[in-house]
């Protein structure tokens, strides 16, 4: 629910001002690179005149990224703002459940037994939708009383989390050093450098499911902030709507684990910054987690490919502007945050 604080921004406003950023970093992303362009160029390439390098770069390399970055931190920031409402914490990120660490076991599986890339992308989908899948299942044959539940799926999903961990260090200590390993380590530290139309087309259905359903229920999710009684008091079903914002994040996050490997930080920064920008209430505060995240990862997968001679892991970079930029935001709100 909303709080009492200082003042925050109009939501429209806001969100122009965030699509409006998303629009610039774009045209930015597509102008740096190992290949600089003009915006001559970029213009051309665009309305599909421009010549065959420049179409090139632009067509088959640079834009999908760029969508790519976009769908992948609006789904993180959505589902880190989603689990932290659900779990009423503003620690949870994203991969509370071991929906992460399933999908990495799942595509790290799948580089060991050489499988297409399509291959391993639908095996880290499915890792990822098992892990979780066994953590309400191992949780729910706990019995535990109800208050207990959200809990009792933390640990679970601690334990799958950490069991998921073990395995894909064995799978490394057994695979190829030569061939297998260099690509799990790259795959596991997280980049968008193989992004392309046919990645973005097995990661969106979910991607924009999942962001529709939680957007849609961002009234009622507002209510889960309430204690249990007072939100079934006011007639809310909090059982299936626990449910469906578990999906919907699941479905999200199985996917941008497929799509990019592991990215931390970004689904627990940035649902705070968006906080921060549009107040605690569900209904404002969620599409700007939304644009934010998008915004964010655009900006930090531009800095990877752009600030060193070799690409730099995305994972690698969130964590580190991720973590003092949390520390920052923990500093400034202290012990008053929600």
């Known amino acids: 629910m909303s709080e009492p604080g200082p003042a925050r921004v ?25 290949v600089s362009l003009g915006w001559r160029e970029i213009v051309q390439a665009l309305l599909g005149g421009a010549p065959s390098r420049a179409e090139l770069v632009v067509w088959s390399i640079r834009l999908p990224r760029i969508l790519a970055a976009i769908l992948t931190g609006a789904a993180l920031a959505v589902a880190g703002a989603g689990f932290q ?17 399933g999908a990495a076991l799942g595509a790290v599986l799948g580089i060991f037994l050489a499988l297409p890339a399509a291959a391993i992308q ?8 098992a892990a979780v899948a066994l953590v309400a299942l191992m949780a729910r044959a706990l019995r535990g009383p109800a208050a207990d539940r959200g809990l009792s799926l933390v ?19 057994m695979a190829d050093p030569y061939q297998q390993l260099p690509a799990i380590t790259f795959w596991l530290l997280g980049s968008l450098a193989s992004a392309g139309w046919r990645d973005l087309t ?13 957007l ?14 007072e939100a079934q008091a006011l007639g809310l079903a909090t059982g299936p ?18 799509l990019a490997g592991i990215i931390g930080w970004v689904g627990l920064v940035v649902p705070h910054m968006a906080r921060g920008l549009a107040g605690a209430s569900a209904p404002r505060m969620l599409p700007v987690a939304a644009l934010a995240g998008a915004a964010f990862m655009l900006a ?39």
């Open 10 to 34: 109009a939501t429209a406003p806001l969100l122009l001002a965030l699509a409006a950023l998303i629009a610039l970093l774009a045209l930015v992303s597509l102008r740096l690179g190992a």
């Open 85 to 101: 409402i659900l779990f009423r914490n503003p620690l949870v990120s994203p991969d509370i459940l071991g929906v992460s660490s």
């Open 122 to 129: 639908g095996a880290g989908f499915a890792g990822g939708l």
């Open 155 to 173: 640990l679970t999903g601690i334990v799958i989390s950490a069991l998921a961990g073990a395995l894909v260090s064995l799978l490394k200590l």
């Open 202 to 214: 097995l990661a969106l259905p979910p991607i924009l499911a999942g962001l529709g359903l939680i």
């Open 216 to 229: 849609a229920l961002r009234w009622r999710i507002e209510l889960l902030a309430l204690p249990e009684d």
């Open 241 to 258: 709507l626990r449910a469906a914002v578990i999906l919907a994040a699941t479905l999200m996050v199985a996917a941008v684990v497929a």
């Open 300 to 338: 930090v997968d531009t800095a990877c490919r752009t600030i060193a001679p070799v690409e730099v892991p995305l994972g690698v970079l969130t964590a580190i502007i991720g973590a003092p930029l949390f520390l920052w935001l923990l500093a400034r709100r202290g012990a008053g945050w929600a």
